[in-house]
Each structure stands twice: as C-alpha cells, then as structure tokens.
C-alpha cells in the first residue's frame, strides 16, 4: 500500500456571512441632485447602488447601476444627479 501526503495551504478564507445594511437615509439637494448614507458591518467590499421610481429592483439591476469600494465599517454616504424635479424616487442598495 501506497501513502500520499499532501500539503496545502489556504490562500484566503471565504465569506460565507453577506455584510448587513442599515439606517438608509437619503435627502434632495439642489433642483435634481440626491445624497444618500447607509450603514454597512463589513469593509473591503463593492457598495452597489440605484436610484429609481421603481418601489422595487433586481440585483442585476442595482448592480448595473453605480458602485463605490467600502474601506471601512459604517456610514457610506453615495450622492449623484440629474433627477427631475418633483418627481419620486427610491433608493436601491
């Protein structure tokens, strides 16, 4: 009988937990410009976002729209333009 040892070591570990988002908040500035703040648990990562009239989205969608590297835990404040004035929208992360 043959024995084969093999030795390995792991590159990386792999994130199992998705990060949580919380306390959304998002205001109007200007006639069509918007800022918005989210609260993340987890850094070194990719915020997607979307602004829409839409109550609902797809991730596909949210991830085909804007994006920002998340380096640290906590508030990520996004902000963008060109909305029409008094019109609603929704805020997608």
């Known amino acids: 009988m043959t024995t084969l040892t093999l030795n390995m070591t792991l ?16 205001a109007h500035v200007g006639a069509t410009g918007w800022t918005a703040a989210v609260d993340t ?29 998340v380096t640290q835990t906590g508030q990520q404040v996004m902000s963008g333009s060109g909305l029409s004035p008094s019109t609603g929208y929704r805020v997608h992360a």
Not at 11 to 26: E, F, K, M, Q, R
Not at 45 to 61: D, H, I, K, M, S
Request: charged share 10%; hydrophobic share 45%.
């Open 41 to 69: 648990n987890e850094a070194g990562g990719t915020l997607f976002y979307v602004v829409t009239r839409n109550a609902t989205e797809t991730p596909a969608t949210i991830q085909a729209g804007a994006s920002q590297s």
């Open 11 to 26: 590159a990386g570990v792999v994130d199992a937990t998705a990060p949580t988002l919380s306390a959304l908040l998002a």
